[in-house]
């Protein structure tokens, strides 16, 4: 019955935010992935780029949804009936900031727990920016980020549309 | 189906922690309380009495088990069938000490999975250590552990039986 | 004698800030609450108006002015005879980053100390981003700031006004 | 009026400590600084040892008071008056634990405060524990701990004293 | 035989980085400071005026080259045959973000080491932006930054040419 | 020429350690695997069982040696013309104590460098300490330490001599 969202930026999705949707998938009955659609902070993919790559990659896991959100997450969290947020934890920094989130999130709906999911061993040093930068420059970026991912990354600096 | 392990040194047992396992009973079908036995841990009460104290306390509630382990936490949680390991997360300090234990228990079982959930507000200050001391100087404990764990804290210091 | 400055943007002002400037007045014989005038950051309010909300707030705490400050901390001290600095503490982020501004500032004036004060716990989620994002989707900040503080964030949301 | 107590084991007091207490003095009226009697913490020098040091060294410092105390910090301070307790802070880990005492602290007596000063620059590496092992190894700790403190570490490590 | 580099913005070089450099030369046999041309980031120095600053102050070190590098570190590294990137830490945010980037260098370059050194205790308050703060307000930054670096920060400053 | 220490209390080495020996190997033209004889740390195996296990796992590695010291390291770098101490760096905790160390190791020798080595990924949860309490309880240890410490461990644990 309980039902988990992972949100985030994914700009883009990378092995690490697979391997928390994988992970989480595993402890709720349903999950719904969601991509902030964040008007301030310019992004290299559009929501619905983003969107789109991440439904693709979840198509063949059941009982995951793609979507994306406007506004607070605790709002969209009511909307869905949702119960827990789950968020990956890489390093202190995030520990920090993500702690801070959560408290002000259960001070908005105390009903709503924020649950941490250690990143994977092989995945601590991956970031969505650090992507970004590797492919900009034309560097490597399998076994980073699926196939697909690939294709868009190099899609996107061949055009040098940044 | 999913059943979760809420494992401590429980000594003794506060708010903080009982705050942790009601939590993780809404996340959970069943939860199992596990006070570690640490032989080489001077403890102030005995295994026995923490399972005892918990057992008091968490009776009311349904779908939670207390129990307590010897050896490894991963070959109690096989035989438990438990899938996943739930400890609360106060501080940076708290943040590296678990970390580093979740993925070595990933390491060593990886379908368990280690789950860290946000310590509240209130309780962020909230350790055994600290009500142990308190208690030990003759401080007053309400508001830290409930009245059975005031009792019991009362009861030892009063006899001199650190 | 002792003069203690509170420096901050106060972008708005919240309970958390208003607790440590209610504590520093409990410290210190004068407390001037001073306003940074920073141009290159974008603020939600200007330093007038931030100036003025934090002066109704404290216009009934004897002992304490309000003001604003362009340029060096250290020289706006020395100007007002202050000798410390006082920064409210919630997060070992918050903590380099002041650490780092205060051994600068001893730096250029010795004499100048930086005290710093623990967040009461449960200010410790608290931020004035978060109340920013909260009140901009609409969000419930009661609990976060006071009334005159709430009605001026619906009024420059109402109006669009970011 | 304000009374400021420096707690502290003082195992022995190194300049760093020195410039703590110099700098309370600064900010507050009296300072009184007070050696944990800690039985349970096996330490190189007694109380009594401890207290004389630092009394030698806080002699010609007026409005400095050195005591020491056993049970609760906080009751202690109700018992003279005080109303904050002074810590340097050197280290994020230092900052941690220090949180949480003054959290508890304050939780027990909401009228005494914590203030947290940044050790100075020079002074960051130095801890008594640093300062033991040198001096049982024979290394010069001069720069580190004032003369008189170097001649008891040399008498206790001359006799094999530990 | 070992080359190591010694990237960094240098916006402008302070007298931590030439204490980093100075040592790193103690440590390896050549030595390239490399200027990272970060067209994204808006910094106040031109890459060819850090590139000239940077080159006077190192003209008299043999064995030390000055140069820029655009793209990925690694590709640069293996250009030039360096085997270490050095990185000078002060705190713990530093060590966070470098360690992430340090793994993923790695993984692009196995043969590529980044190696940490601790920042001198004199100089772990002092960042090219701490500099660039009190420069603009006409405070003095001698003990900071050498001579060349006072004269261009008047200079720039002087023009109101931020 | 350069010769680097690279000190620890290995008991047991585990392939961390291996890592760090290998990669400061890649830096240094002479290594010094160093075993501290710490008579007040309770360790599992003596301090000449720790070098016999670090001998035979260096003896393959042209330019290594193994040997332990008593007394401070920076006598022992002295006597033995080192001019680097490498240590490798999981976590925050450990780079807040190493930093610690090495400010004050640098002041009593300035000659001497600390250099920082960032432990591989698939590192990073590896401690003596967990491979120790898994070996005790019969848990598996390979990945993690090497056949011939697998099968001292056992031998140890068999006898039941801790």
């Keep these: 019955m309980a039902i988990a969202l992972v949100p985030g930026s ?32 310019s992004s290299l993919f559009t929501t619905e780029e983003r969107v789109e790559m991440l439904g693709k990659l979840c198509a063949e896991m059941d009982r995951v949804v793609v979507d994306s959100f406007d506004g607070l997450l605790v709002d969209y969290a009511r909307q869905h009936g949702a119960t827990a947020i789950v968020k990956g934890l890489r390093f202190v920094s995030d ?13 908005l ?27 900009r420059h034309g560097g490597a970026v399998e076994g980073l980020v699926p196939e697909i991912v690939q294709q868009r990354l190099r899609a996107k600096f061949a055009l040098g549309n940044e």
Tied chains: 1, 2, 3, 4, 5, 6.
């Design 10 to 41: 994914f700009d883009p999705v990378t092995y690490g935010h697979l391997d928390i949707i994988r992970r989480t998938k595993g402890l709720f009955q349903d999950v719904r992935v969601v991509v902030a659609r964040n008007s301030s902070k």
């Design 95 to 107: 520990f920090e900031y993500e702690l801070q989130r959560a408290l002000a999130n259960h001070r």
């Design 109 to 135: 709906n105390s009903e709503l727990e924020t649950v941490f999911l250690p990143t994977g061993l092989q995945y601590s040093d991956l970031s969505s920016s650090i992507v970004k930068e590797i492919a």
